[in-house]
């Protein structure tokens, strides 16, 4: 199966404007510099993956796809996650993708085995979403789609339940995945609390940069 994953990225100034009152825009910037960093970091050690896209307005992240070998994908300005995918998976059926995998760039614990894990349960279905929940059953923080076009993404308010309406409205298996690493985001101040009280035995930079700024003890 020829698995594409797709990494939409705003514009580094735009992004995690509800940290703003523990973060100034710098740490902002550069959080999203390192969450980017990160997140293909874990996705190049994913064995499912035929390629990386990332699809962004911003120079920054151009650089940084660039570094790490992956795609990417210019828009003239943002236009919200499903424009961004919309663009991809232009790209990603003209590429002959199989299936594509939709990742945040903001999943702190994003790990690729997991991903791989996710691949596996749709690798025996010729039409189905696999899909990753926020841990707030709100958003959705993964989804697999086989193939690309099997339904549009509804990356707006209540984008859980969106999907797996979209997907049984039009006949398509659904497959769940839970897991804590990646429902686990980085929003509000109070993910980023408990962030730092997590136990995970991987520190990544992310981390790092959460714990270095202390964020526990802002309010």
Known sequence: MKVFAIVP???FENAKTRLSLMLSPEDRIFLSSVMLQETLRALASCRHLERIIVVSSDERAKELT?????????EEKDNGVNAAVELADRYSMSHHADATIVI????????AQEISMACDLAGGEDRCIVICPSQRYD??????RKPPEIIRTSFDRNSYENHIAAAKDSGVEVR??????LMLDIDTPDDARMLVHDKSPTENKVLAFIKQKDLKRTS
């Open 176 to 181: 769940l995945f839970l897991s804590k690493k």
């Open 104 to 111: 945040p760039q903001d999943l702190p614990l994003l790990d």
């Open 66 to 74: 660039a570094s790490a070998g992956a795609t990417y994908l210019h």
């Open 9 to 11: 990225v705003k514009r």
């Open 139 to 144: 958003g959705t923080n993964m989804l697999l």
